[in-house]
């Protein structure tokens, strides 16, 4: 059984960092991304990565303040975030698709697998 568990979360002051890790169980997966859902607003696109084809993307809000890697067994993806800013706060999510993307998709619809995800507060 596939599973993605977030966990890393909390509340930080402006200017701050964390780091988000997702745990993945059942099979590894290629092509994985991180979206973000903040209240009252749709679930958005933060950053995603396809280790076949080692290309990145990552949303203009966060270019150059986050960084989507993996764990060197690949069982664990993370999401270091820096320079946290109070609009970063939302409930964030790791996700995954079935098979290998060349591109790693921007569009939720397009990802199988979604862990429960993790609250990110960030304080003025």
């Known amino acids: 059984q596939v599973q993605l568990v977030e966990s890393g979360g909390g509340l930080v002051q402006a200017g701050g960092s964390l780091r988000l890790s997702c745990a993945v169980s059942?099979?590894?997966?290629?092509?994985m991304g991180w979206f973000r859902q903040a209240p009252g607003k749709e679930r958005e696109f933060v950053a995603a990565k396809s280790w076949s084809s080692i290309r990145t993307s990552y949303a203009d809000s966060v270019k150059g303040r986050c960084t989507i890697s993996r764990g060197s067994r690949d069982y664990t993806v993370y999401l270091q975030m820096n320079s946290l800013k109070p609009e970063d706060t939302a409930v964030y999510y790791c996700?995954?698709?079935?098979?290998?993307?060349?591109?790693?998709?921007?569009?939720?619809?397009?990802?199988?697998?979604w862990g429960q995800g993790a609250q990110v507060t960030v304080s003025s």
């Open positions: 996700a995954a698709t079935k098979g290998d993307r060349f591109d790693p998709p921007r569009v939720a619809d397009e990802y199988d697998y």
């Open positions: 059942g099979r590894t997966f290629s092509t």
